[in-house]
Structures are given as C-alpha cells and as structure tokens.
C-alpha cells in the first residue's frame, strides 16, 4: 500500500507540473497568436499604403497623358505657325507685330510646358523607384513574416500534439490510479479486518502467556533452589548463544580479506624482488664491477622476503578455514590469530631490518658522480617514505598483537577496547595507503629523471618499470584494503551475542559447545532414522550360511583384485625398466658398430689403432660422441651416446648411466646448472614481459586518451563544418536572390530606357511637326 500511495503522489506531483506546464504552453500559443495578428494587421495597413501609392501613380499617368496631349497640340499649333511663318518669308513680307507676340506667347507657353513635363518625368520616375523599393521591402518582410508563421504554427501543432498525447497518457494513469485506489482501499478494509482479528488473537496469546508466566515462575521458585546467573563459576557451564548469521558474515568478511592479502603479499613480494634486482643494477653493475658491502647485504636480506610475506598468506588462509558455519568465531576462540600476529611481527621486524641498508643504498646513489640535485631531493623523499612504511607496519603490528590477546586471556580485553582497536587499525591501513601513494609518485618521479641519465641501460629501466608497477599493485591493494576494512569496520565493532547470560566466553566452552551440539545432531538423526523390517528368524538362520559364503567369496574376489593390481603395477615397472634398457643396449650397440667400423677403416688404412685411446683415431674418422659429464679433453671410446629429452622447460642432453660416481655426480651437477641457467632466462624473460606489458599498458593509456582527444576534435570540426555550410548555403540563397534582384532592376531601367527614348523621340517629332506648323501659319500670316 504504501509503494502505490507513493507511485500515486508521485504521479499526482507529476500530473500537476505538467499541467503547470500546459497552461505556461497555452500561453505562449496565445502570445504567438496575438503576434501574428497584429503581424497581419501590419501587413493589411502596408497594402493599404501601397493601394493609395498605386492610385496616385494611376492619377500621375493620367495627368502625364493629358500633358503629352497637350503638348502635342501645342506642338501642332507651332508646326503651323512656323509653316506660315516660312510662307510669309517666301513672299517676301514682313510679319506682322501681332503675329510675333502669339509666336512668342506660344513659345513661352512651350518651355513651360516642357519644363513642367520634365519634372513631371522626374517626379515620375522618382515615385516609380520608391514604390518598387517598397514593394521589395514589403514582399521581403511578407515572406519573413510568412515563414516565422509556419514556424510558429508548426512549433504550436507539435506542442499540442505532444501535450494532448500526455493529457491522454495522464487521464488513463489518472483511471489507472483510480482503479488501484478503489483496490487499495478494498486492500485496506480487509486489513483492518485482519489486524482486528489478529489483535484479538494477540490477546488471546498474551493472556496465555502470561498464565504460563505465572505458572512458571511460581514452578521456578517452588523447584529451583538457586540462580546459576549469579556465580560465574556456575554461569561458565550454561551453553553460550550461537548466531548462524554472524558465522556466515565472519565467513565472507574472512574470505575478502584473505583476498586482499594476498594480493598485498604478491605486490610486496615483487617490490622487494625488483629492489634487489635493481640492486645488482644501479648505482653500480654487478655484471661489470662489484657492488658495495652495504649493498650486497641488502641484497642477502631481500632475497629473504618470501619467507616472511608467505606465512603471512598461509596463517589468514587457515584462519579462513577455521571460521565455518557451526563454528563459533569471536576474538576469544581464534586461536589462530595468534600465528598471524607472529608471522606479521616478524615482517614488521624484516622492514626494520632492512630500512637502515635501504637509506644507505639510497645514500650511495645520491653519492654517485652523475646524480642530480633533483635526484638527491627524490632520493631524500623516497628515504623519508620508507620510513614511514616501516612505521605504518609496525603500528599494524602492535593492533594485530592486541587483537589476539584475548585468544590467550578471555578477560583481557572487553568490547569497547577492541571496538578502538579496530577504529585505530582502519585509520593505520588509511594511512599506510597514503603513504604508498606517496611513494609510487616519488619513486616514479625518480625514475623519470634516471631515464634522462646517459648511463641508463636498458635494463635499469626495465628494472624500473617492474618496481614501479609493484608499486602501483601496492597501491591498489592498499587502497582496497582500507576500503574494505572501514566498510566491515561496523561489522568488526559488533557484539555478536556469543558467550552464556552474564559471562564471557572463552575456547574451551566453544569446542565443548560444538562438541555436544555434533552428538546431539547424531543423537536426532539416529532416532529419527527409519529402522528397516525385521526377518524372520528362520528365514535368517537360513539365509546365514548364504551370506556367510557369499562374503567370504567377495572378500577373497577382492584379495584377487589388489594383487592382480599389484601385479600389474610390477609388470609396468618391468616393462619400463626393460624399455629403458633396451634404449641403452641400442645406444651401446650403435656405439659398438661405430667403434668397429672406424677400427675397421683404421685396420684398412695401415694404421695401428688402439681400442682404448681417441687420441690416434686420424683427423678424417668421424669423431666419436662425448659425454655431457666427460671434460672437453677426456673422450673415452667406451662412453655412451647422449641423448636428447625434450621438455617444456627446454632440450637437455642425457647420457646414459655409468657405474663411476664421479660421472653421475658431473651428470647431476650439468642438469642442475642447465635448469638453473634455464631458469635464469625464463627469469629474465618474464621481466621483460612484464616490463614491456606495463610499457604497453601505458601506450594504450595513451592512446585511448589520443583517441578521446580526437573523438572530442571531431565533433567540434564536424559542428564547425555544419555551420560553415549553413553559412554557405546561406550566402548563396542571399547571392541568387540579390542576383535575381539586380538583373530584375536592369531589365526594369533598360525597359524604362527604352520607354524613355520613344518618349523623346515622340516629343523631339512632335515639336518638329509643332514647328513646321508654327512655321506654316506664321507663312500664311504673312500671305494674307
């Protein structure tokens, strides 16, 4: 009930804001709305603008028709004043003034009229130019509006799609929750009833119990004559408490951290091998010239770590094995802690050992010609950090030791003591991470700056890839370590509830515990066991003597089958041994016949040849083969041939078996330095594979780190190059619609050019005929 009343509210709180969110959406629909209309009433005002510009360019057109007309007459009448005029000079008469005064009244009234049609041109062409910039303007801006409309109603019809879809949604969850609250509340009533019921039945029970209560505690003071409680000599007999949780938690807590350990024992383990290797390295090679007393120590005791950091490994392993589910796991009944605190005091006492042939080493590198001052300062810091390490352990030590006092004592140590034990080692393994974090960054700044060194070999550096790879295995462990330690810290502080009423338990009481409770598991399994249905007695005495045989046969089938077995192992030892000297006799026979074929050739040569000496065979014979175990100058002809065994360890050649000690000690003595030069190499080998996958590992951190870096540069070109050809897309729209508008405008001014030159040349004609007429009357004026 209460997850649906939750997942109800939840759903209610988000119904709430999205209709919050529907009303902020309307809104904005309708701000969006309101912003189109007036919009449109814009545009419908600047149609109005250019239906007013489109009359009064209508109403100029026509005032200019009826000016060219007039014109034209004005035109005509000069034409035929000019025509009567050239009459008039023909006859030879001299107009008249009358005539001169309309010629001149007719002429001013012509300029005036073509000073007025020139600026009725220009006003013209003026108000054309402005209206279609207008035009332009308002096409430009009615195909903005227009698109900022579709935007609008395409973002509006999403909206209200997206929010009529999650209206639906919510109304169905809203059913949905309805139903389930109905069935919820129908759940409740029903609880109700039940919790009455129960309540009842609680005292019924309660009434019962406390009958019985009364009932024996009056049986108790009437029977029992004293309180076991009381007396801790009679409370140690009672039977302690068991928690099979715990016991499985104890378990599990053991089995973490025994993992831990070991991998903090293999990462010690291969700091210490590495240190000694790069002993024999630097500062001075052991292969070239010999190290310094101090430093030959150091390296005797490194090559001690293992019996020390091992037990370590073995004594949590056992205390692992000892914590089962039956058994009872306090502070008081791990006796095996006892070898853990001594295998770890005893390594606490190894890093004491060895910290002051550590400094000195130390010292001797800083003392060498070629190191730096920032070297010196890195070997100063690394001496400080091993000093700390040592420290860090020893304090471990002291907890560890305390922790496993109360396995000796049971009264040595009360709950809140070793709750401050525990509290003290957590915040000791902190620290120990931290100080091995420390140390991994200045050891590995000190190799950075030994790699820039001109006497760094390879294998220095080698060398000091592995270290600083222990080291950061170190790290790690530590780290985990501590982790682990102050997540089970809650865990570890914890009373278990062991032990009987009022008294403390200690390791005598828990076998004894665990001792009965196993006979008491035999006592019920063996009552409750099924006994089997009983045969007759006759029947048995009859089956007796059948029984009888038939056991002795199978017991004497079996004597047959172990000594069958036994004879079959002989014969496979025989077998073994036979093959093996039928190999020699071969090996010998393969010898003898080349024996007797190069005395043979010796014999047919003309040359004495001694059976026993290899020294006259001539230089042309083959050479007879040696002996492993033989020197390089001791060929005897009677030795056997070697024979090569191929492992996966390596070839090694084998000779066979000779009756002298002193070949079968020189053969022991040649596969024992074969297999310890054998093992020399895979050494070797596997510091170089080591060392070449921590290079690797390095390389790939980096590479995958190249990879983020150019992943990120790629997204950021790929944005960049979208917006660029947004850009160009855009430059281009822009460019083909100011290309489109500059040849509309020159197609627009040649057509008005054009239209221009026909109107001028229509006036240049209608002035000419108005001249001639002019002309023509002022001739025939004249003529009258």
Request: charged content about 25%; hydrophobic content about 30%; glycine content about 2%.
């Amino acid at each position: 009930m209460t997850d649906l009343q939750s997942k109800y509210s939840k759903l209610a709180q988000e119904y709430s804001k999205l209709r919050a969110q529907n009303q902020v959406l309307k809104k904005a629909v309708l701000d969006e709305q309101t912003g189109c209309n007036s919009l449109k009433d814009e545009l419908k005002q600047k149609e109005q603008s250019l239906r007013k510009v489109e009359q009064e360019m209508d109403s100029l057109s026509f005032r200019n028709q009826q000016l060219t007309k007039r014109v034209e007459l004005l035109q005509e009448e000069l034409l035929l004043s000019e025509s009567k005029s050239r009459r008039s000079k023909n006859k030879g008469d001299s107009p008249p003034q009358v005539n001169l005064q309309a010629q001149n009244v007719f002429d001013e009234d012509l300029r005036k009229k073509i000073q007025e049609n020139e600026r009725l041109h220009i006003q013209f062409y003026e108000a054309d130019e402005q209206y279609r910039r207008q035009e332009a303007q308002l096409r430009e801006r009615l195909d903005q509006l227009e698109k900022e409309s579709e935007q609008h109603q395409a973002v509006v019809d999403a909206l209200t799609s997206r929010y009529s879809d999650t209206i639906e949604k919510l109304q169905s969850d809203k059913a949905r929750l309805e139903v389930t609250a109905q069935s919820l509340e129908r759940e409740a009533k029903d609880c109700r009833v039940r919790t009455e019921e129960c309540q009842q039945q609680l005292r019924k029970y309660q009434n019962e119990v406390s009958s019985q209560l009364k009932h024996s505690s009056s049986l108790i003071l009437e029977k029992v004559p004293f309180n076991d409680t009381q007396s801790s000599d009679y409370n140690s007999l009672n039977v302690p408490l068991h928690n099979r949780r715990h016991q499985l938690k104890a378990r599990d807590v053991a089995a973490q951290a025994l993992g831990f350990l070991q991998n903090l024992v293999s990462a010690l383990l291969n700091f210490h091998s590495y240190t000694e290797q790069r002993v024999h390295i630097y500062p001075l090679d052991s292969s070239i010239e010999a190290v310094s007393p101090v430093n030959q120590r150091f390296s005797q005791y490194l090559h001690e770590n293992a019996a020390y950091l091992r037990p370590l490994e073995d004594d949590l392993l056992q205390i692992h094995q000892s914590i089962t589910e039956d058994a009872i796991t306090v502070l008081e009944t791990l006796a095996k802690l006892q070898d853990f605190s001594r295998s770890f005091s005893a390594y606490s006492s190894f890093l004491q050992k060895i910290l002051p042939y550590q400094l000195k080493s130390l010292e001797e590198e800083c003392d060498a010609s070629l190191c730096t001052a920032a070297l010196t300062a890195r070997n100063q810091q690394l001496q400080k950090d091993m000093k700390k390490l040592t420290a860090v352990f020893h304090k471990l030590k002291s907890y560890v030791a305390l922790l496993a006092v109360p396995s000796v004592r049971s009264d040595a140590m009360c709950q809140s003591s070793a709750n401050a034990v525990f509290t003290q080692m957590s915040a000791s393994l902190h620290s120990l991470h931290d100080v091995t974090t420390e140390l991994s960054s200045h050891y590995g700044q000190k190799v950075s700056l030994e790699q820039e060194l001109p006497t760094a070999t390879q294998k220095l550096r080698t060398t000091n890839e592995c270290v600083l790879a222990s080291l950061a295995a170190l790290t790690s462990s530590c780290g985990k370590m501590a982790t682990f330690f102050s997540n089970s810290l809650d865990f570890l502080a914890s009373c278990p509830g062991y032990g009987p009423r009022g008294g403390v338990l200690n390791p005598l009481q828990a076998h004894s515990v665990m001792e009965n409770k196993r006979r008491a598991a035999t006592y019920m399994s063996a009552i409750r066991k099924v006994r089997s249905e009983s045969v007759p007695y006759r029947e048995a005495l009859a089956n007796r003597h059948v029984l009888t045989s038939s056991t002795e046969s199978r017991e004497g089938l079996m004597e047959q089958v172990v000594q069958s077995q036994e004879k079959m192992c002989r014969l496979e030892q025989e077998k073994e041994h036979w093959l093996l000297e039928a190999q020699l006799g071969q090996v010998r026979l393969q010898k003898e016949s080349q024996r007797i074929a190069q005395l043979e050739a010796q014999i047919l040569a003309g040359f004495p040849a001694e059976p026993h000496s290899a020294a006259q065979i001539p230089s042309g014979a083959p050479a007879e083969p040696h002996s492993a175990a033989d020197g390089p100058g001791a060929a005897r002809p009677d030795s056997p041939e070697p024979v090569q065994d191929t492992s996966l360890v390596g070839i090694l050649t084998i000779t066979s078996c000779s009756e002298s000690s002193a070949d079968q000690e020189s053969r022991e003595h040649l596969i024992k330095t074969h297999y310890m030069s054998r093992v020399s190499d895979l050494t070797s080998q596997l510091q170089i594979c080591d060392s070449k996958a921590v290079h690797f590992h390095a390389e790939c951190r980096a590479v995958a780190k190249r990879l983020t870096i150019a992943e990120k540069s790629r997204e950021t070109l790929t944005e960049e190059l979208k917006l660029a050809n947004q850009n160009i897309t855009r430059l281009q729209d822009e460019l083909s619609t100011t290309k489109r508008s500059y040849e509309d405008q020159l197609s627009m001014m040649s057509d008005h050019l054009c239209s221009m030159n026909d109107t001028l040349s229509k006036q240049r004609d209608e002035i000419d005929t108005l001249k001639l007429t002019s002309k023509g009357n002022s001739k025939k004026n004249k003529g009258r």
